[in-house]
């Protein structure tokens, strides 16, 4: 079992920054991937940034350039640099740990983009 809790969330104004962390704990030995998915009322969940421990990232089309995911693995914890948000980055958003045989979830943290 992996338990996440996700922070950073926030009220900002457009152009504004935040950074999401997500803390994994139990058995993180089996983590292969860390990362976020975010999601608004009524769609569906859809993937912000995951990182692998061999270093590879994958971004949603959406991202361009602005957001920036990293993991300290010695804290166990993942990060989300997120620049230049815009209103429709609204979203909660949900930090996720893949292992070989299913993932978990963070219970998510809300990011407002708003003047």
């Known amino acids: 079992q992996v338990q996440l809790v996700d922070s950073g969330g926030g009220l900002v104004q457009p152009g504004g920054s935040l950074t999401l962390s997500c803390v994994a704990s139990?058995?993180?030995?089996?983590?292969?991937?860390m990362g976020w998915y975010r999601q608004v009322p009524n769609k569906e969940r859809e993937l912000v940034a995951t990182?692998?421990?061999?270093?590879?990232?994958d971004y949603g089309d959406f991202v361009k350039d602005r957001f920036t995911i990293s993991r300290n693995r010695a804290k166990n914890t993942a990060y989300l640099q997120m620049n230049d948000l815009k209103t429709e980055d609204t979203a909660v958003y949900y930090c996720?740990?893949?292992?070989?045989?299913?993932?978990?979830w963070g219970q998510g943290t809300q990011v407002t983009v708003s003047s």
């Open positions: 996720i740990a893949q292992t070989g045989p299913r993932a978990y």
């Open positions: 139990g058995s993180v030995f089996s983590i292969y991937s």
């Open positions: 990182l692998t421990n061999g270093g590879s990232a």
